[in-house]
């Protein structure tokens, strides 16, 4: 590779490092939502295709948003190396280049969900910073007059060093400061810790409930409870100044703030949720959880406002500009849809909604849980459609009756004559689950035993004693049948667009 290529991917590389590093630093000042990072990101995800966004949650799970920006970091690079190398041959050339990525970062910021016009500030300070320091470069390579492209040589030396030195730390103190300054002046954690929820009945965790024998423990820990949304930079929201609209077709508007909320009849439940990206086997087939939701009826709140008649779809939009939209009948019709405050006996955690969000009972996450929620429109399938189903997925979105096997886990090995435990759970939230049966190598199906629950609105653990009696492999499937005495479904259907169907099925070795 010739010098001057290697000495122009050193400019472009210091010239973008300086651009991100301001980014972020005046973002610190803005809001974190406005780095260039961040709103380019937000509106690549806006752009992308549902098919791709399914490989990206089959392929990452719940680390696709750090494999994005991880993709982007690259690109950037890539780019900035390119550009570099054509700005020592006519600075003309990468300053047209700056110009163009500024105008993506200035078109992303304004338009991405929830956008505010400062949101282009930090873009616009990084491209003016940007092209001072590729001009300053280019001048100390080729000098003030200029000098022959691809010569390799350099002008002013010592300018281009201590220029490249001074750059890259003050671009390293500016991305990193930044990133810490916004993680000081906007991190709800601290708001967080001082809350003290409204004391309540706790829902304990029914006698029976949790077998011990399945790889998956009935209560889930907020700390391992999967995460599927869009927000690149998760919402710090302060509780002290969050509110929340409820308006639309009701017969009064109203605005409740978070003391109004707390101040609201509390209960806590169980309840299981569920993402409709969930596979029926593979490494993404964990996109659920089950944990103790703290706050006040949904259905409660929307009778404060009045339903007027006509409408049959809830909008839930979040502050970084989400749309759910749920059936009205789904949260009318007894079951405990929660305005919820709390998680496993604490504050919501800020990644999963603080201060509030909402927990709909039986229906899948993307028509349900909507974190950060900020305001409430009641209206009608007909008139709105929401992100997810703009996206192609089913409008109303109830969860599917499933079962999964947790143990033994696929090609274990096991030990003939050794008896073992098969287990693992089963769910139809709002429905409940009658019965799970095992078929082992294609003999009759065995009834297993389930453990006790809380409420239909939570999975059911079960458990089936099996001895291998034969060496090699063996194949184990499940089915569940729900409350109302329907069975499983056993074809095969990926999630795309009501939510995977299928039986769960391994396959171990047994050896003497």
């Known amino acids: 590779m010739p010098l001057s290529w290697l000495i122009g991917a050193l400019v472009g590389l210091l010239t973008a490092g300086a651009a991100v590093g301001a980014g972020e630093a005046v973002a610190a000042f803005v809001r974190p939502e406005s780095s ?122 010592r300018l281009f060093l201590q220029g490249s030195v001074a750059i890259a730390g003050l671009a390293a103190l500016a991305g990193f400061g930044g990133r810490a300054l916004q993680h000081t002046r906007y991190d709800a954690g601290a708001s967080r810790a001082r809350i003290a929820l409204p004391p309540v009945e706790a829902a304990a965790v029914p006698p029976g409930a949790d077998l011990g024998q399945s790889g998956q423990p009935w209560a889930t820990p907020s700390a391992d409870f999967y995460r599927i949304d869009t927000a690149l930079s998760v919402p710090q929201l302060d509780p002290n100044t969050w509110r929340l609209k409820i308006h639309g077709m009701v017969e009064r508007e109203l605005t409740l703030n978070y003391q109004q909320v707390l101040a609201l009849p509390q209960i806590e439940r169980w309840i299981t949720l569920a993402c409709v990206s969930r596979e029926v086997s593979g490494p993404y087939d964990n996109l659920i959880g089950n944990a103790r939701f703290q706050g006040t009826l949904l259905a409660e709140v929307l009778r404060k406002a009045g339903i007027q008649p006509g409408a049959d779809q809830l909008v839930m939009r979040s502050v970084d500009g989400m749309t759910i939209g749920a059936p009205i009948a789904a949260i009318m019709d007894g079951r405990d849809a929660l305005l919820a405050v709390g998680m496993n006996g604490q504050p919501l955690p800020v990644e999963h909604g603080f201060p509030v969000r909402t927990v709909i009972p039986g229906l899948y996450g993307y028509v349900s849980a909507c974190k950060w929620v900020v305001d409430l429109e009641v209206t009608t399938f007909a008139a709105f459609d929401a992100y997810w189903v703009r996206a192609g997925w089913v409008q109303q979105g109830p969860v599917v009756l499933s079962s999964r096997i947790d143990r033994p886990e696929g ?26 049966e095992v078929q082992i190598d294609n003999g009759p199906w065995q009834a297993a035993r ?51 169907t299928g039986l769960h099925e391994i396959t171990v070795n047994a050896h003497a």
Do not use: M
């Open 450 to 500: 389930l453990a006790n629950v809380a409420s239909v609105d939570t999975w059911c653990q079960w458990t089936l004693p099996w001895t291998p009696a034969t060496s090699g492999p063996h194949t184990i499937r499940v089915r569940a049948t729900d409350a109302n005495g329907t069975g499983q479904l056993a074809t095969n259907h990926e999630p795309f667009p009501s939510a995977a």
């Open 411 to 436: 090609s274990q090995s096991l030990t003939v004559g050794q008896q073992v435990p098969i287990a693992g759970v089963a769910w139809e939230q709002h429905v409940g689950v009658s019965k799970v």
């Open 36 to 157: 260039p990072i961040i709103v380019v990101g937000n509106r690549f995800i806006l752009l992308t295709p549902e098919s791709v966004r399914r490989w990206a949650i089959r392929q990452f799970g719940t680390g696709d948003k750090a494999a994005l920006l991880t993709g982007i970091y690259v690109v950037i690079a890539v780019l900035a190396v390119v550009l570099g190398i054509l700005a020592l041959r006519r600075l003309v050339f990468g300053l047209a280049g700056l110009g163009l990525f500024g105008a993506i970062g200035v078109y992303s910021a304004l338009t991405t969900h929830a956008h505010r016009a400062s949101d282009v500030i930090p873009t616009i300070v990084g491209l003016l910073l940007a092209g001072y320091v590729l001009w300053l470069l280019e001048r100390a390579v080729n000098g003030d007059a200029g000098s022959s492209p691809g010569t390799g040589g350099l002008a002013d030396r």
